[in-house]
């Protein structure tokens, strides 16, 4: 079936798919060979070997999730932090500097605080609500503003267009996180960002059993990422590739039962009088409502919260409830809960956590496709004990 779809819904089954399809196979087959059969490539990037990327399994990926956000071209990676790293080191050379959003994923604010430092390549933190305040922070050095689309574990969205446009305005490469919103709720490209990011681990596999990134962008910006990915060695296995292919087809429909649940428990959590405040850029006591409503098509499935009390009440309440697993990682079927300041958040240092506002009474709920009646009459119990 070939054609240009207009619905990310006819995207997410059919785009980037085999044409004509391999035997008749409606599923793609896994092609577990390392390497193929030489056929006159000129260009070493252009041979068909399994560390570059560009096995069947890779290409229809690679396909697929360039439909999705209307973009040119995507790689896929072993990881999302692969992903952030490829790209990141793609553009940055000693000396030079990039500006990032200050609230973000763990693993991202190490890596560039410690890793990135250690190649002489210096940072400065922007506050995603105050653009007139990032000029300042600019060098003749700069090379890169870098952002999250939903943050991770706050739920902030930062004015978005204000970023793409800064950047463009400075000759700045954009890149954007946006594993949180998915290409269902927002398309980077669509909005001027460069590149976008994902860790397909979360919602784009969504079923908890794979580790896999993405970087999506024009052609040849992902052209260049490539050939630094095809030196670093961060391939997809072409197994795991099949899975997240899979995984991806039911994105929209799993999306939606997370978005729509998640509100809700938003919702019975900031009524509820054990509760000290509720982070989820659906609410509409959100401080950032109208701007995440005119950006994002949907406000996702994650959420966190803080209770009244200390250390010991979340950790009580965590272990009370029965639904949710207490475990790191998001985005799967299953419901799971943490504390970022001893998962995701944990290599921040508590006075960097502190002035970030991530407390450590802090919980985060990365909502599944359980009844949302469950999970709200699950955590209502553990409330009242």
């Not at 949180?180 to 990011?197: K, M, N, V």
Request: net charge negative.
């Amino acid at each position: 079936m070939s054609g240009d779809y207009k619905t990310i819904e006819t995207k997410l089954i059919h785009a980037g798919e085999p044409e004509p399809l391999i035997e008749g196979a409606v599923s793609i087959p896994i092609f577990q060979s390392s390497t193929f059969e030489y056929a006159g490539q000129s260009n070493y990037h252009d041979l068909k070997y399994i560390r570059l990327n560009n096995t069947p399994n890779h290409v229809a990926l690679h396909r697929k999730l360039a439909a999705l956000e209307n973009a040119d071209a995507a790689v896929v990676t072993a990881s999302g932090m692969g992903a952030i790293s490829t790209a990141l080191l793609t553009f940055l050379s000693s000396g030079d500097h990039l500006l990032s959003q200050d609230c973000l994923y763990g693993g991202s604010h190490e890596f560039i605080t410690k890793d990135l430092a250690k190649l002489n390549i210096s940072h400065d933190f922007i506050d995603g609500d105050d653009p007139n305040s990032w000029k300042e922070k600019l060098r003749p050095e700069t090379r890169i503003i870098y952002a999250e689309t939903i943050t991770n574990p706050l739920m902030q969205v930062a004015d978005l267009k204000a970023i793409a446009e800064f950047a463009k305005a400075n000759r700045l490469i954009s890149m954007i996180d946006n594993t949180f919103a998915t290409p269902l709720y927002f398309r980077p490209s669509e909005w001027g960002f460069d590149i976008s990011l994902h860790s397909c681990t979360k919602y784009l596999n969504g079923h908890s059993d794979i580790v896999a990134g993405a970087v999506i962008g024009s052609s040849d910006l992902i052209k260049k990422i490539t050939h630094k990915l095809n030196h670093f060695g961060a391939t997809l296995d072409p197994h795991t590739c099949f899975l997240l292919h899979r995984g991806m087809k039911t994105l929209a429909v799993r999306m939606r039962c997370q978005n729509e649940s998640a509100l809700k428990i938003s919702e019975f959590l900031e009524a509820h009088p054990a509760v000290e405040k509720v982070n989820y850029p659906g609410l509409k006591t959100n401080p950032e409502y109208q701007r995440a409503n005119a950006l994002l098509d949907g406000f996702g499935g994650m959420l966190s919260f803080e209770l009244k009390g200390d250390v010991e009440r979340a950790d009580r309440f965590i272990q009370r409830t029965t639904l949710p697993i207490l475990a790191p990682s998001l985005g799967g079927v299953e419901s799971l809960i943490t504390r970022p300041a001893t998962t995701s958040h944990s290599g921040v240092s508590p006075e960097e956590r502190q002035a970030l506002g991530i407390s450590d009474t802090l919980i985060r709920l990365s909502v599944g496709i359980e009844a949302t009646e469950d999970l709200i009459e699950d955590m209502q119990r553990a409330l009242k004990e």
